[in-house]
């Protein structure tokens, strides 16, 4: 949606200086962004370390299996990266990660609904009675796409 308001004849600012993203992260949007700054002062004060289980703080992993979506739908769904992405999670909480500090993003709503159901699943087995539910505590987020 952003780039259709932006190729339409209307003014816009853009973004120059990020404060959420670690610089590991931002990095990669520099080919898009090229006059992205890190605000290093923000980062600075929320300076989040890598956990000690990663040995990198990004990487991407090919998923062979497709995307799919039911008929009436334009909302896509991969069963595969799902079942990895909770796996990751609950591996990241094993290790003493706390909940509110792992996060997913996810692009289509049948994925964040699906990746909640499977962590509800994964988790149950995991927690202790009477405990808040994962998918609660995990910030599950859907990227709005254009």
């Not at 853009?14 to 002062?41: C, E, F, G, T, V």
């Not at 509110?100 to 993003?105: E, H």
Request: charged share 25%; hydrophobic share 40%; aromatic share 6%.
């Amino acid at each position: 949606m952003m780039e259709r308001l932006i190729r339409a004849p209307l003014p816009y600012v853009s973004l120059r200086r990020q404060s959420r993203m670690h610089p590991a992260i931002s990095s990669l949007l520099k080919p898009i962004y090229p006059q992205l700054l890190d605000n290093q002062l923000a980062l600075a004060k929320g300076k989040r370390p890598r956990p000690d289980c990663l040995l990198h703080r990004v990487f991407f992993w090919d998923c062979q299996s497709h995307e799919s979506h039911s008929e009436g739908s334009t909302s896509y769904v991969n069963q595969e990266e799902a079942e990895r992405v909770v796996r990751l999670a609950l591996f990241l909480l094993d290790q003493g990660l706390a909940p509110g500090k792992v996060s997913i993003l996810t692009a289509y709503q049948r994925q964040t609904a699906l990746v909640r159901r499977l962590l509800r699943e994964r988790s149950s087995k995991q927690m202790p009675p009477g405990a808040e539910p994962v998918e609660v505590l995990i910030k599950l987020s859907l990227l709005q796409k254009g």
